[in-house]
């Protein structure tokens, strides 16, 4: 039966087969009040409010828990079920203590509003205890506050900890009235599974888990929502800024319920770390350098310096002489506008940003083997997958919110979860199987199961015949790379990659999900061709819950690339190099066009070295911190001619330029981010920008318009209209389109709802195509000199360059350094301790900092996270570039390891 007919109330509804009372009624309009119920939750009915009555029944049953049936009668609203509600009421607050009307939850509480609503007596309601409220497990950690007073023993905080989260932090102690919630044996919160999420403030009812940073800041009745997107990870989580109406603050942040793609689910960073916002170090006004000291210029100073340096090199030099950095920070309308500044106005296609720092490898191999190299499915179908492949991504840490879907489909859907890392990342404990390879080995672990694949016959061969080509030249690659000769290059035993195999090849459905750890490599395309290779001889792409999925690292790399930051593409992948494409933009930006592509990140940079590039101007990224070889690095931006920097703050590269400007931030500003899943999501301005900062699209119109090619836009919402106009696959996007929802590109009319999973019948570039890939050692291996292979990555607490992160105080008392993970035996050889001091070197420098010794890393592997300015990982990483891709190899290059004595 596929509808079940049910009445409420005298009304006659249609429910789905699974739904309870409370979900039918609750899609209807129906309001049955309830306390411990959170749809995100499985229902135990512990608070007894939903009380029903249903014909045929004895006694009222809770609504939360008790499943529709066809001809059901149910009545919500009866004489008895009331009076049974208001007694439920008046034995909670029985033991919840706290005015109301003084209490930080005033006009959001669920059970003030129940109160009210049943006129409960006004002796009910208890102040609270005299005393320090938070003497409990919570005391300590800046993030989140426990008043035991508030709390009604719900649940609702230790079951989303334990459903949702996966980390069971919480639990209950004490007996009868003393019961309390606490961390299991009363460990701090910090010293526990907890990871900060917030999951347990979003889902209390009352208020008795609460952010600390908010206390005092205002009610929630005093509090405007503003929905925008989180500018963290590329998961895009839609998050409502609650801004005190009187002081223009941000007090919290909240998502809510059933918002796409996080469905109310933050991690820490979307959380708590917006403290950057309001950060008295934000940039104000601009800065001018004169005499090797910045400063305080006004805006007509700056414009007009910038301008006529620009007009100045561009005359001397030649437009190729300048570079510029656009930003995956920054908005699509932002980079939209940067890339055509430097096209139209300066004459150059010298324009990238970091997405050639993460995943530049997977748009150049993901383009060749499907036509287009953004991630094929959604978010929500990793849920439905029967096999989840994740590889080189450690997503509970840099997409904690997509790892949700993963720990869901796992622990609900029985999906099987594969595991290649050379971390035993937190991930690996839900997995079928874990395996570790050798970093920078991918290619020969994945050529070894497709090795298996084709010789047990378990290939799809009506999908390959179908609907792909060059499937003869990958077979004669892979028929010699047997799972031995690969064990001989990963250290992973020859069977478990036959076990590998067999899971993904066997599954109904099966979903790569892959990060850097695949991509940032000077074999990085050939990794990202070897994993769409896999899914095309499986048969696993253009179906729902299947797909290669690349998560994108930041907020809008997904966006920057597509608008066209990047020096081979002008917005929409469109090639700078065809005629047609390039008439096509001449004539709507009314200018003579660049013909040939431009400058990578890496060889821009390089280019200040040899005299080609005089002028850089760099907006919202911070390379003197997060490219490769830093010393090489930062002698450039000292060496080059003349450098601008727009910014929020005063970052570690902004210290070298010669004028600084402030830009607003996410929080400041209205236009779009592009997610991951290809979703394109509203930005909106929350808050009041500080001192003079400005948009970035109208700091680049100005100075455009001063170089003589006018730019002048009203809004971001003018601009969007204008990407619509010359990118097909954002055709049909629009402020109005996507006010409640974003839309997923490709988009091409107003029509059209968006493409929820791409390649279905036919693949962009006509047939998927096979890429044989024969394995190549990284750039650089070990010696005698330098054993150890280190890697880089991401923190959970951290992100990128820490520019916004190590702002927030709760965010630095649980991450306040950088480390490197060695194995215990590989420390015990060398005499180092956990968290000593040690000495990590490479042919490019050296750092200082923590060893943390684990077993989760495999012996003669270190790992350094690249967050942190003392002891920066980037000192050591390598700058050889994957020759297709122009990606740097930060994830393999050789290192030494000493600790360091009392005498160094």
Request: with cysteine; hydrophobic share 35%; charged share 25%.
């Amino acid at each position: 039966m596929s509808e079940i007919t049910v009445t409420i109330n005298e009304r006659r509804l249609t429910g789905r087969p699974g739904q309870t009372i409370l979900e039918l009624a609750a899609d209807n309009g129906i309001d049955i009040p309830n306390l411990c119920h959170d749809p995100r939750l499985t229902p135990t009915g512990a608070c007894r409010l939903c009380l029903v009555e249903v014909e045929g029944q004895r006694a009222p049953v809770t609504a939360c828990t008790f499943g529709i049936a066809d001809g059901m009668v149910v009545r919500t609203e009866t004489e008895e079920i009331r009076r049974l509600r208001k007694t439920v009421l008046e034995l909670l607050f029985y033991e919840h203590r706290g005015v109301c009307t003084t209490c930080n939850e005033h006009g959001h509480c669920s059970l003030a509003k129940y109160a009210y609503e049943y006129q409960l007596d006004d002796g009910i309601f208890q102040a609270g205890r005299a005393g320090d409220r938070d003497e409990n497990c919570m005391t300590g950690n800046e993030a989140i506050g426990y008043d035991v007073d508030k709390c009604i023993r719900c649940g609702r905080c230790i079951k989303i900890c334990e459903e949702v989260q996966m980390d069971a932090a919480l639990t209950f102690k004490g007996r009868a009235a003393a019961v309390e919630v606490s961390t299991f044996f009363d460990i701090p919160l910090n010293e526990s599974t907890c990871e900060l999420c917030g999951q347990c403030i979003s889902t209390c009812p009352t208020g008795a888990l609460y952010e600390r940073k908010a206390e005092g800041k205002g009610q929630r009745k005093d509090l405007t929502r503003t929905r925008t997107t989180c500018p963290y990870c590329g998961v895009g989580c839609q998050i409502d800024l609650n801004v005190n109406t009187h002081t223009g603050e941000i007090v919290r942040v909240t998502s809510p319920v059933g918002v796409v793609p996080n469905n109310g689910n933050l991690c820490v960073k979307g959380k708590f770390a917006m403290d950057f916002v309001a950060d008295t170090r934000r940039l104000t006004t601009p800065l001018i350098k004169r005499s090797g000291k910045f400063q305080q210029a006004t805006w007509e100073e700056a414009i007009e310096l910038i301008a006529g340096r620009l007009r100045e090199i561009k005359a001397n030099h030649g437009p190729d002489s300048i570079a510029g950095l656009s930003s995956a920070k920054c908005t699509n309308e932002d980079n939209y506008v940067f890339q055509k500044f430097i096209r139209a106005a300066v004459g150059t296609n010298n324009v990238d940003h970091c997405a050639r720092l993460c995943h530049a490898s997977t748009v150049a191999g993901l383009a060749r083997a499907f036509g287009s190299g953004a991630m094929t499915n959604s978010i929500a179908e990793i849920r439905n997958a029967g096999c989840i492949f994740v590889i080189g991504s450690n997503t509970t840490e840099a997409h904690p919110v997509m790892a949700l879907d993963i720990k869901q489909a796992v622990a609900k859907n029985r999906a099987q979860l594969l595991v290649a890392d050379p971390r035993e990342i937190d991930l690996a404990r839900f997995a079928k199987l874990y395996v570790a390879q050798k970093p920078g080995t991918d290619v020969a672990l994945i050529n070894a199961m497709m090795n298996v694949i084709i010789a047990e016959d378990l290939h799809d061969k009506k999908f390959i015949n179908r609907r792909t080509e060059n499937f003869d030249a990958l077979a004669e690659v892979v028929k010699d790379f047997t799972p031995e000769k690969a064990e001989a290059i990963t250290t992973i035993p020859a069977e478990k990659i036959r076990q590998a195999a067999r899971i993904y090849a066997n599954a109904a459905s099966a979903s790569i999900v892959y990060s850097m750890g695949i991509t940032q490599h000077t074999t990085g395309t050939d990794n990202v061709l070897s994993l769409a290779n896999l899914a095309m001889l499986t048969g696993n792409i253009g179906a729902e819950s299947t797909g290669v999925n690349p998560l994108r690292g930041q907020n809008n790399v997904q966006g920057a690339c597509d608008l066209g930051a990047l020096p081979n593409v002008y917005p929409g992948y469109q090639s700078v190099e065809d005629e047609n494409i390039r008439a096509k933009f001449e004539e709507a930006w009314s200018a003579e066009l660049p013909q040939n592509k431009g400058l990578t990140v890496i060889e821009m940079l390089h280019a200040v070295e040899t005299g080609d590039i005089k002028a850089l101007y760099i907006m919202g990224e911070n390379p003197a911190l997060s490219d490769p070889n830093l010393n090489r690095t930062r002698k450039a931006l000292e060496a080059v001619d003349f450098l601008v920097v727009q910014d929020i703050f005063l970052s570690e590269t902004a210290q070298y330029a010669d004028v600084v400007l402030p830009a607003t931030c996410f929080a400041e500003k209205n236009g779009t981010f592009t997610n991951t899943e290809r979703r394109v999501q509203r930005v909106r301005r929350a808050v009041a920008p500080p001192g003079q900062a400005r948009e970035d699209w109208r700091i680049i119109s100005e100075i455009a318009t001063q170089m003589g090619y006018p730019m002048a836009y009203d809004s971001a919402g003018e601009i969007l209209d204008e990407i619509a106009s010359v990118s097909p696959i954002y055709g049909g996007i629009s402020f109005k389109r996507i006010d409640a929802v974003g839309l997923q590109w490709p988009c091409p009319d107003k029509n059209h709802p968006g493409t929820k999973f791409l390649h279905k019948d036919k693949f962009t570039r006509g047939k998927g195509k096979f890429h044989p890939v024969e394995f190549k050692d990284p750039a650089e291996l070990t010696s005698g000199k330098y054993p150890f292979v280190l890697s880089t990555g991401r923190l959970l607490y951290q992100f990128h360059t820490g520019t916004m992160t190590r702002k927030c105080s709760a965010i630095n008392q649980v991450s306040p350094a950088g480390f490197v993970e060695i194995h215990t035996e590989d420390a015990a050889s060398l005499g180092i301790e956990d968290g000593q001091k040690v000495e990590v070197a490479t042919k490019r420098g050296k750092v200082t900092t923590l060893a943390k010794v684990t077993d989760n890393i495999g012996k003669g592997w270190i790992f350094m996270p690249f967050h942190f300015q003392e002891g920066p990982a980037n000192m050591l990483t390598i700058d050889e570039l994957d020759p297709t891709a122009k990606i740097p190899e930060y994830k393999v290059c050789a290192a030494a390891v000493r600790k360091i004595s009392s005498a160094d």
